[in-house]
Nanobody
Framework: QVQLVESGGGLVQAGGSLRLSCASSSRAFNKYHMGWFRQAPGKEREFVAGVGGNGANTNYADSVKGRFTISRDNAGNAVYLQMNTLKPEDTAVYYC?????????????????WGQGTQVTVSS
């Protein structure tokens, strides 16, 4: 069982920045592909960004490309999401998730372990 705990959410004005963190309890953290997802009220959970086990391979949803950066610290068992130039439409609960899947990593169903989520609210 892998426990994931997100932090760093909050209220920010449009154009501002936030950095989300996700701490993992796993002793084999580098074996997991890590992803960030978000869910706004009344909407489905959607992929935001993902990073491979060694941190070299990343991918992003088109809506956040150029504004968000995912990174990981395997020694510290943590993954981060730097969010810049935030927009009101980025408002959602953000979740980090861990996967051992080799493909379809933009799908929530590919991830086995999830954190409890952290709220991000961007005011206009």
């Amino acid at each position: 069982q892998v426990q994931l705990v997100e932090s760093g959410g909050g209220l920010v004005q449009a154009g501002g920045s936030l950095r989300l963190s996700c701490a993992s309890s796993s002793r084999a953290f580098n074996k997991y592909h890590m992803g960030w997802f978000r869910q706004a009220p009344g909407k489905e959970r959607e992929f935001v960004a993902g990073v491979g086990g060694n941190g070299a391979n990343t991918n992003y949803a088109d809506s956040v490309k150029g504004r968000f950066t995912i990174s990981r610290d395997n020694a510290g068992n943590a993954v981060y999401l730097q969010m810049n130039t935030l927009k009101p439409e980025d408002t959602a609960v953000y979740y980090c998730a861990a996967s051992t899947a080799l493909f379809a990593l933009v799908r929530a169903t590919s991830y086995k372990f999830w954190g409890q989520g952290t709220q991000v609210t961007v005011s206009s």
